[in-house]
């Protein structure tokens, strides 16, 4: 018998019931598949929220243009931009609530990431952890939260092939999910896809955790 269908592994994120109180936010908890862990939250950012993080990176990633070449990217074919927390306060704020949502301190953070999809655009299947044999896996992610920043008109839902599951982006909701498990299998399960976008844009914002201190 392998570990994980004797006993239930240790999860990093440990909300119990309906919501999870953060500072400012009353979070919402819609649904919740156990492992691997991926949960399905409402309430994570105001509208206004969602709309000042498109704003501060509509100009992030037209500067970016101007600037550095981008590499072309099969896996991913949307454009994206990493935020840093001082480019608005706002970002501080939601740093603090994601914080307490994913239960590791944001020192563990890559920098909060806005990707944006046009009709046809999508990321490809893909694990958020790198592989061991990678310099990067040294101070692995370790978990995820994605939120999604507008409402898609059709398609670009977040798909898990090996979970037959998919969460279609609202705006203002997020789905968290975690692969810092003992079980490898359990890991490799988190395998996931942006769907293309079919009609409408769509904005999200990733944040990833590391094992250790990242900044
Ligand atoms: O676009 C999505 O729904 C998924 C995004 C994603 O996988 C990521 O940012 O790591
Ligand atoms: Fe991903």
């Known amino acids: ?25 009353e979070i919402q908890i819609i649904a919740r598949l156990e ?16 709309d000042e993080l498109i704003a501060v990176s509509t100009d ?15 896996i991913r074919t949307s454009s994206g931009t990493f935020l840093d927390e001082n480019e608005s306060d706002i970002i501080t704020i939601i740093e603090k609530r994601i914080s307490s949502i994913m239960n590791i301190p944001i020192e563990h953070g ?19 952890f790198f592989a061991s044999t ?10 995820t939260l994605v939120m999604y920043l507008n409402d898609v008109e059709e398609g670009g839902e977040t798909h898990f092939p090996k979970l037959n599951f998919s969460v279609t982006p609202q705006k203002g909701m997020a789905v968290y999910f975690e692969y810092f498990y003992r079980d490898a299998h359990l890991n490799e399960q988190t395998l996931h896809a ?22």
């Open 1 to 25: 018998m392998t570990e994980h269908t004797m006993t239930k592994e240790q999860t990093i994120f440990d909300h119990k019931g309906r919501s999870i109180q953060t500072e400012d936010r």
């Open 35 to 50: 492992e691997p862990l991926v949960v399905v939250l409402g309430n994570v950012l105001s509208d206004e929220e969602c």
């Open 60 to 74: 992030n990633m037209k500067r970016s243009k101007v600037g550095s070449a981008r590499s072309v990217n099969d």
């Open 110 to 128: 890559d920098g909060l990431q806005i990707l944006k999809y046009m009709p046809g655009q999508e990321y490809k299947e893909h694990f958020d």
């Open 134 to 143: 990678s310099k990067a896996s040294s101070n692995n992610r370790i978990s």
């Open 194 to 215: 942006g769907l293309p976008v079919i009609k409408g844009e769509k904005w999200i914002a990733t944040q990833w955790m590391r094992k250790q201190r990242f900044r």
